[in-house]
């Protein structure tokens, strides 16, 4: 097996050769937790897809269950799974799993317990339950891993029961009475613990104790489940009332006398050595440092750590992670006090960060430990393993509390956990130890805004906070609610009382001098944050400051690759390993971003000798080219990229497909990114950045995305009209005209695009540019009601594109020239065109233009009066398009919703609107969302119509649901300018109060 060897009962985790692996994602390791935990059987593709999703599962479940395979062939080489027919067959040598070890221990423990050789086996069954690591398959999901989790946390009870039993029979020690009273808490209801308890009290010459435990486990058992003591109390009690000679065992054992075979001894076990050592007497340490005065906030973490550090009959381990400056040694210094009371034997205390700034070494920590609690340094064993017994067995039997702060990783916690119940362990970390035994992460973030306030209302007076309270909140903000910058602030206004907090707020203004700002003595969140960055690798350091150079809110994984140069999986990798050490954050779904402050720092850690690959343009249009390339890929061929922004009928608002699902949600991200690149003194690529923009407004429609991208085409004309490049100024104005077109912003509008049509005829530029001018003009015209001028548009674009000959783009144009008839009254015309554009459609048997053309005939129809031919328009249309088409199918079901209204088919229009209403919710359209609720409004108003409103309870309620829709949608059109939101505020009535209008003339307009 070439050294391969794994453990399940804890976290799942593997090792070859010592080193350990890295076994991917949960959902991958519980494919591999199926496979080990039937090794060297065949399990069928079938059983692994029931083991990872039961009812569930994904659409290609033996699509993602082969990629599981794949990467861990890749992770464990020659000995992963193998394919068989059907299935899969992971080969296992006997002792690489840890549960095949506790199958021998058992076994081993049998045989001895037969003998009649108590103590041995006692010391064997340590053996096994030190394999048990926490929480069997820690962390994994799907219903295998489930079932497995639950089997084997009882197997642990049950060969603890074993374990106990024969420790009785051995002869019970002091220690042991003090385990079975600790295991009976915990597991009240198992009438064997309560009986092995009796016993060992009895043989100890405890009776009267030993008879407490009977009625106690009587009253509880009658409490809880209204059922007396079993036969085996009962008679046990019997027993030894009645002083039982048999009841008496051998004198107690200090500890066996021979450990397992071809085993190590456990470290939970009792070597004779380390009973024979005298032990100094019990000091009890107070080390915690003091608590803050001004502690602030952090209640629900506070009672969620207390909850897990009192957890009884465990020896839990609580941890704490975040980045620097969060206040994770605050909360743990707090926590610690709160719970003096509750370790009455005391509080270890360490930070394992030491002065000298290297990580302090485990056995040097076990030392101090063992020094603070009373050994002489030369009593101190002497290597880690050791130590660790020696600290285990003198807190055994006692109640401290051990806080450790500022560790580094797992490795340095392990030697100095506690072995028993009755310990417990505060961890404080930028990294997450989720790995460690019994282990429960706290993960701590900023302050909200609230608490931020109160941190420094507490410092510098409440009175002084109320005077400047804009001010506060802003300078909290900049300070991006982090506790240390925020303490720091307060401390620098504490001591200078003349100082107001706009003076400071000035000083913070700069990003790059914020963190100069924020110094205040010893404190300085610069110093924090660079504690975190030399710990990185040299690659993870170069991702954390290549990551920052995007002024962007987030980046995804494909743009992490980007930015860093590197394939996709090894750049997740990267960024993962910089959120497991607090030096990045997630943000669903599946991105990456910066604290504001991290941000700030990592910007200028600039290393001498930088690779020109490294530099900010570099970085940057590396980016750009990343996201061009998807937006290319989402507009397909050259056709659609110029001619379906308009496709169904301009007038309508007929939407642009899926394709815009690529990155609507992401224009924070698109304009920050174009107009970052577009500053540069010398972009290289401003031809990419110019084509991306454009694209990406031509994807879909952009609604609240206008403001960022007015402001990135705003500097990209100035860039392109710096660098004479007509092509990029005539894309920039382009997006200029078609976003001021969208906020109503028309004369603006109608200027960009006339120059820009008016570049692309002075200076030749290619044809699709032009095609694109004349049509964006024309829907320009079809809004503001020229349908004349719309139609001479549409037909210039036409004659482009049929020059160019660009069959698609011309039969989408045609579809849009036909929207421009109807505004005329022209309707025989209106449907000649269409036919045309069907007959270009069945030629390129193009289905996706087909539904757009017979949406059209369904509202020409519609406007005719035809309203069942219309109807059947629509439904051929839904027909075509695909089912992840939502914004298509959203629109084309509110044209479907209206004529079922017109032919009185109250309760279709309803389902239809309905239906469109969570279509568009899912495709993100908030004035497609707008309008389908506006439809289903009306809908419902014709029901309770129909119904009668005066006492009928349906037609009440449809009265009531009608308004509701109404009103939801009026809020939605009327923030976004929509000219229908003035239908609705009268339906509504004047106790409605007006949304705000939309600026008509945006701060974006060029100059």
Not at 504 to 522: F, S, T, Y
Request: aromatic residues 4%; neutral net charge; glycine residues 10%.
């Amino acid at each position: 097996m070439g050294g391969l060897r794994f453990t399940v009962l804890g976290p799942l985790r593997g090792w070859r050769d010592g080193g350990e692996l890295v076994l991917g994602s949960p959902q991958q390791r519980s494919l591999l937790l199926a496979l080990l935990l039937r090794a060297n059987h065949p399990v069928s593709t079938g059983q692994l897809v029931d083991d990872l999703w039961g009812d569930d599962p994904p659409a290609k479940p033996s699509a993602v269950i082969r990629t599981y395979v794949h990467r861990l062939r890749r992770v464990l080489g020659p000995a992963a799974p193998t394919t068989l027919s059907g299935g899969y067959l992971f080969a296992l040598d006997a002792g690489g799993l840890d549960t095949h070890r506790i199958e021998e221990l058992l076994g081993e423990a049998r045989g001895l317990r037969v003998g009649g050789q108590h103590a041995r086996a006692a010391a064997v069954l340590r053996s096994a339950l030190a394999l048990w690591q926490g929480e069997p398959m820690t962390g994994l999901p799907g219903p295998y891993a489930e079932r497995q989790r639950g089997e084997w946390a009882e197997r642990r009870v049950t060969v603890l029961e074993s374990c106990l039993e024969a420790e009785v029979e051995a002869g019970p020690s002091g220690e042991a009475v003090a385990e079975l009273a600790a295991v009976v808490a915990e597991y009240p209801l198992r009438e064997r613990f309560s009986e092995l308890l009796m016993l060992a009290l009895y043989r100890t010459g405890r009776q009267a104790e030993a008879l407490g435990v009977y009625r106690a486990a009587d009253r509880r058992l009658r409490a809880q489940l209204g059922v007396s003591a079993g036969p085996g109390l009962r008679e046990l009690q019997r027993r030894i009332l009645v002083a039982d000679a048999a009841l008496v065992a051998p004198a107690p054992t200090s500890s066996p006398s021979a450990t397992p075979t071809s085993s190590p001894a456990p470290t939970t076990a009792r070597p004779a050595a380390a009973a024979r050592a005298p032990y100094p007497p019990a000091v009890r340490p107070t080390q915690v440092p003091a608590d803050l005065a001004d502690f602030t906030g952090r209640e629900a973490q506070t009672e969620a750590l207390r909850a897990v550090l009192l957890s009884p009959g465990t020896m839990p381990v609580a941890t704490v992670s975040g980045l620097g400056g969060v206040g994770k040694t605050a909360l743990a210094v707090h926590v610690a006090h709160t719970l003096a009371a509750d370790f009455p034997d005391g509080q270890l205390y360490l930070d394992l960060h030491g002065a000298d700034g290297r990580p302090t070494r485990p056995e040097e920590a076990v030392g101090a430990f063992l020094r603070s609690l009373g050994v002489p340094p030369d009593g101190l064993a002497p290597g880690l393993a050791e130590r660790s017994a020696q600290f285990r067995s003198l807190l055994s039997g006692r109640r401290v509390l051990v806080v450790l702060d500022n560790a580094r990783d797992a490795e340095q916690i392990r030697p100095l956990l506690p072995g028993r119940a009755g310990c417990a362990v505060l961890v404080t970390s930028r990294a997450r130890l989720g790995s460690l035994p019994n282990a429960h992460v706290v993960e701590l973030t900023a302050f909200a805004p609230q608490e931020a306030l109160g941190l420094l209302e507490r410092v510098v007076g409440g009175q002084r906070l109320r005077a400047e309270a804009d001010t506060a909140g802003e300078l909290v903000r900049l300070c991006g609610h982090l506790p240390l910058a925020v303490r720091i602030l307060a401390a620098r206004l504490a001591c200078r009382p003349g100082w107001s907090m706009a003076r400071l707020l000035d000083k913070l203004a700069g990003d790059r001098r914020r963190l100069d700002v924020l110094r205040a003595g010893d404190l300085a969140v610069e110093s924090a944050f660079r504690f975190g960055y030399d710990q990185l690798t040299p690659e993870q350091a170069r991702a954390f400051r290549l990551l920052a150079v995007p002024e962007v809110p987030d980046l995804s994984p494909g743009a992490v690759a980007a930015v860093l140069g590197l394939p996709e999986r090894e750049a997740e990798e990267l960024a993962e390993s910089l959120v497991d050490c607090s030096m990045l954050e997630t943000a669903p779904p599946d991105r990456y971003r910066y604290h504001d402050l991290l941000r700030a720092f990592a910007l200028q850690l600039a290393p001498e000798g930088e690779a020109e690959g490294d530099r900010p343009a570099a970085v940057l249009t590396r980016l750009v080219a990343r996201h061009h390339g998807e937006t290319v890929a989402a507009l397909g061929p050259a056709a659609a990229r110029a001619a379906l922004p308009f496709t169904g009928a301009a007038a309508r608002g007929g939407g642009c497909g899926t394709a815009a699902a690529h990155g609507r949600g992401d224009y924070r991200g698109i304009g920050a990114l174009v107009g970052q690149y577009a500053a540069l003194p010398e972009p290289p690529r401003l031809d990419l950045a110019a084509e991306l923009l454009l694209g990406y407004v031509l994807l879909c429609e952009t609604g609240q995305a206008a403001r960022p991208l007015g402001h990135a085409a705003k500097v990209l004309l100035h860039a392109a009209v710096r660098a004479g490049d007509r092509t990029g100024e005539v894309r920039a104005r382009l997006v200029l005209g078609r976003l001021l077109t969208e906020v109503g912003s028309e004369p603006a509008a109608l200027a960009e695009l006339f120059r820009a049509r008016d570049l692309c005829t002075a200076h030749d530029l290619p044809g699709p540019l032009l095609a694109l001018a004349h049509a964006s003009l024309a829907a320009l015209f079809a809004q503001v009601g020229r349908p004349g001028d719309a139609v001479d548009g549409f037909t210039a674009a036409i004659s482009v594109w049929e020059r160019l000959g660009d069959r698609r783009s011309v039969a989408a144009e045609l579809l849009n020239l036909a929207g421009a008839f109807t505004g005329l009254g022209r309707s025989e015309a209106a449907v000649r065109v269409v036919d045309q554009s069907l007959l270009i459609c069945h030629e390129l048997a193009d289905h996706e233009l087909q539904a757009l053309a017979l949406d059209s005939l369904g509202t020409i129809a519609h406007d005719r009066g035809e309203y069942e031919q219309a109807l059947r328009h629509h439904r051929n249309a839904l027909a075509l398009l695909r089912p992840d088409d939502r914004r298509r199918t959203g629109r084309t079901l509110l044209r479907l919703a209206e004529s079922l209204r017109a032919v009185g088919r109250g309760e279709e229009a309803v389902a239809a609107a309905g239906r469109a209403v969570e279509v568009l919710t899912l495709d993100g359209d908030r004035r497609g969302r707008g309008l389908a609720l506006a439809a289903l409004g009306d809908a419902l108003a014709d029901r309770a119509a129909d119904e009668g409103t005066d006492g009928n309870a349906a037609g009440d309620a449809a009265g009531e649901a009608a308004r509701a829709h109404r009103s939801e949608a009026y809020d939605i059109l009327a923030s976004i300018g929509s000219p229908e939101a003035a239908r609705l505020r009268e339906l509504i009535g004047p106790a409605r109060p007006a949304v705000r209008p939309r600026r008509q003339w945006p701060s974006w307009l060029p100059a």
